[in-house]
């Protein structure tokens, strides 16, 4: 619940919201009576899946946050979905890249998971490098029906993954 002005912050800036409802400002209620409650009852499930916030070491400042949860559409035991959401100020400096690692190997050394998978906009190319930059490849792409269509829905959303027999040739390369 010490994270809900933060949150509120970060559903609030169009921008970061642009690939994620078209740029709606996410209303504080919603934030405080559905959002901050789901990240809390991924804790409470165990350890495999959660929400984490993201803290710049140096400030201490709240970045964002990640996720690694079942599929929301398809779980698997072994299978585990990245996601992640930064402050626009914090964009371009690195931290998605960071974090989805970090996350990446949790999921590999930690979790025992076999893929893990993410999923984004066609168009949303920032996040796509990101993918690419852990090692995520692209899988396919997908045309869902969006009940409130914003722009660049009409082109799909792309899954990437990566399995942890690639995530080790990868990781023992670098």
């Not at 949150?7 to 970061?16: I, N, R, T």
């Not at 396919?140 to 009940?147: I, L, M």
Request: include cysteine; aromatic fraction near 10%.
């Amino acid at each position: 619940m010490d994270d809900l002005e933060d949150l509120v912050a970060l559903d609030s800036d169009p921008e970061v919201l642009r690939h994620i409802n078209g740029g709606t400002p996410i209303p504080r209620r919603r934030t405080e009576n559905e959002t901050l409650p789901r990240f809390l009852w991924y804790h409470a499930r165990g350890p495999d899946a959660g929400f984490y916030a993201a803290i710049e070491k140096s400030s201490g400042r709240f970045l964002g946050w990640f996720h690694l949860r079942p599929d929301p559409d398809e779980p698997r035991p072994d299978e585990t979905e990245l996601g992640y959401r930064l402050r626009r100020d914090a964009w371009g400096n690195g931290f998605a890249t960071e974090g989805s690692r970090a996350l990446v190997r949790k999921a590999f050394t930690e979790l025992g998971m076999r893929r893990v998978v993410a999923w984004t906009m066609v168009v949303n190319m920032r996040s796509r490098a990101v993918m690419e930059k852990c090692g995520m490849r692209l899988v396919k792409t997908v045309f869902r029906q969006w009940p409130d269509a914003f722009a660049g829905t009409e082109l799909g959303d792309v899954e990437y993954a990566i399995d942890r027999e690639e995530w080790e040739r990868v990781s023992s390369a670098s």
